[in-house]
């Protein structure tokens, strides 16, 4: 075979290298894409509920997703994933936080409580929590885990609100089943026995 022989067979070798590749290469191993995916991981350290968590997270996801699906905490509910109904609110350093909005890697550092820190059962329930209970402001009950958060971080920051500050700091929680009477009910008790508490304690 001559020199120009052989170069027409190029051609025809590199494809019938690449149907050999196709029909008998091993497809890469699943150690080889564990460590694809790993890559793309970060590590970080959440502190929830009092408890130190050191995980591998994805970039992108959010603290709701985290703390459902990675921690099991799945008190916290999840509605519209836009940070418009108020249902997956935690607290954060103190503060409300919407955990569908926030990124998990965002919230390293901060001491965030779950709607699972309030109480260890029906006997120790939250006051808020018991408020709820005893005025029936819960129907499905599905928006009321993010409707505690929030309303649990406003009282403790402004314990001596108004009604109207209340309702007012109310209106991120979207509920639709409830007319929000009872909750507001429920809410002036809570705010009412914690005025009560303090003036006693100065008296
Ligand atoms: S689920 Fe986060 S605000 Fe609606
Ligand atoms: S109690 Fe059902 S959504 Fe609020």
Redesign the pocket.
Known sequence: MNLAQLLTCVPRLVIAGRWWLYWFAEPPSAPYLDSVESSLKIPITLHVNGTSHEIFVDPHWTL?YVLRDVLSLTGT?????????????VIADGRAI????TLAAAAQGMRIETIENLSSGLESLHPIQAAFVETGAAQCGFCIP?MIMNMKAFIDEKPTCTDDDLRRALGGN?CRCTGYTKQVEALIKVRNSFSKKRRNRHS
Do not use: E
């Open positions: 709701a509910k999840v509605a519209c994933g836009t940070g418009d109904c108020g249902c997956c609110t919407l955990s569908c909005i993010g979207i």
